[in-house]
């Protein structure tokens, strides 16, 4: 499981996603939060709805939101740019970390 993204400029973002944040990625970033719900409740169509699905968390979760989404596309480590890394990510922020106590309380 990817819980964390280190780019090449050094920069390191988690891939967390949660309320507080989506509330306010929501109201600063109303464009890219658009775009990016679209992505999660559709499903990725191409490759690069995946790369901004990091995106997105990168802005929600990055200290320093430097990057455009060209230069963040730029960023991304080799070892990380291919179709099971970005596929891998995209589940990540679309179904979330597994809540143990969650999965303990649904068990039979």
């Not at 891939?15 to 679209?38: G, H, P, R, W």
């Not at 990380?80 to 970005?86: D, E, I, R, T, W």
């Amino acid at each position: 499981m990817i819980t964390e993204i280190a780019l090449i400029n050094g920069e390191a973002f988690e891939l967390l996603v949660d309320f507080q944040k989506l509330i306010a990625f929501k109201s600063t970033m109303k464009e890219q939060y658009q775009k990016f719900n679209t992505i999660v409740l559709n499903g990725p169509k191409d490759i690069f709805d995946m790369v901004y699905l990091a995106y997105c968390c990168y802005l929600m979760n990055s200290e320093t939101k430097n990057l455009s989404y060209d230069g963040f596309i730029n960023a991304i480590p080799e070892d990380m740019q291919n179709l099971a890394s970005l596929n891998t990510i995209a589940n990540q922020v679309i179904h979330g970390r597994k809540n143990k106590k969650v999965e303990t309380l649904l068990q039979p």
